[in-house]
C-alpha cells in the first residue's frame, strides 16, 4: 500500500494513494462525470499527476475486448495518439485491460496540454470502470508504475 496516502472512496470500491494526493473531485471544470478522482500536490514537473475513476451501470454483455476497441475510437477522436493494448492486469481479483496513450488537448484556459494517460478498464456485473493515471508527458513508464502498482494493490471492492 501506498505510505502516509489517504483512502478514496468511490461507489462500490476504495484505494489508498501516496501522500500527497488531494481529494480533487468536483474542483477540475470538465470533470463533472467522475465518480473520484485525486491529485498529486507535491508533483513539481509543471503536470499535477492525477487519478480519475468514471463509474457506469449497463456494461452487461461488455467484453474487455470490446472496451478495448472501443477506446481505442474514444481517445483518437479526443486526439490522442500512441495507443496501445498493455497485457492484461488484475484489480482485486477482477481482470482489467491496460491501456496507455498520448494525449494533446487544451485546457479551461485554451493552453494546450500534453500527457500521458495509462487507463484500467474493469468490468463487474453490469457495472464498468474506468480507472484513468495522467501523467506528465515525459513520464517513464517505470515512473508510472510506480503510481499504479501500489495503486492497483490497495484496491478494495465494497459492492
Do not use: C
Not at 494526493?21 to 471544470?29: L, Q, R
Not at 452487461?60 to 478495448?68: K, N, P, T, V, W
Amino acid at each position: 500500500m501506498p505510505a502516509g496516502g489517504m483512502t478514496v472512496k468511490g461507489t462500490g470500491y476504495t484505494f489508498v494513494v501516496k501522500k500527497g494526493f488531494i481529494d480533487a473531485k468536483g474542483k477540475v471544470p470538465g470533470a463533472s462525470s467522475v465518480d473520484t478522482m485525486v491529485l498529486n500536490t507535491l508533483d513539481k514537473d509543471g503536470f499535477a499527476d492525477n487519478i480519475n475513476v468514471v463509474h457506469q451501470t449497463g456494461a452487461s454483455g461488455a467484453s474487455l475486448s470490446l472496451l478495448e476497441t472501443a477506446a481505442k475510437t474514444q481517445l483518437e477522436a479526443a486526439g490522442a495518439t500512441g495507443y496501445k493494448v498493455l497485457p492484461r492486469t488484475t484489480v482485486a481479483g477482477t481482470e482489467a485491460s491496460h491501456i496507455t496513450a498520448n494525449v494533446k488537448r487544451a485546457d479551461a484556459q485554451g493552453k494546450t496540454q500534453r500527457y500521458l494517460v495509462d487507463q484500467l478498464y474493469i468490468l463487474r456485473g453490469d457495472k464498468s470502470y474506468v480507472v484513468t493515471f495522467s501523467f506528465n508527458e515525459n513520464a517513464t513508464q517505470a515512473t508510472r508504475d510506480a503510481l499504479i502498482n501500489p495503486t492497483v494493490a490497495s484496491w478494495k471492492w465494497t459492492a
